[in-house]
């Protein structure tokens, strides 16, 4: 019940908590975006409309062009919970995204965000 909480939340409600994280440590809202792009397959204009809709998360995940393949890649505790073992896909792909953009607000260099 709490994770369809999480899934009917709308994107555009999160993305300036992204943002403002990010801006706080000296980053700008050009690399979150890049995090975005890098991990979804959207882009400057398909975000914009999803931000314009209040896409929802349930629907942005399910609707991105493409989890990119690296996201194996990804790994570490955010919110308490390891995101290589978070079972339920949706909140897996969410806590991705929460991951990098902690990294990024971390000062991890872009190329290790992105697993490049």
Known sequence: MKNQRVFQMSFA??????????????HTKEEVDTIIFWLTGYNAESLQQILDNKTNFETFFAEAPQLNPNVSKITGVICGYRVED?????????????????????????EKILRT
């Open 13 to 26: 409600g999160v993305y300036p908590h992204y943002i403002a994280k990010a801006e706080k440590k000296g």
């Open 86 to 110: 978070i079972e339920d896909k949706l909140m897996q792909k969410i806590r991705y995204l929460d991951k990098l953009v902690d990294e990024l607000a971390k000062g991890k260099a872009m």
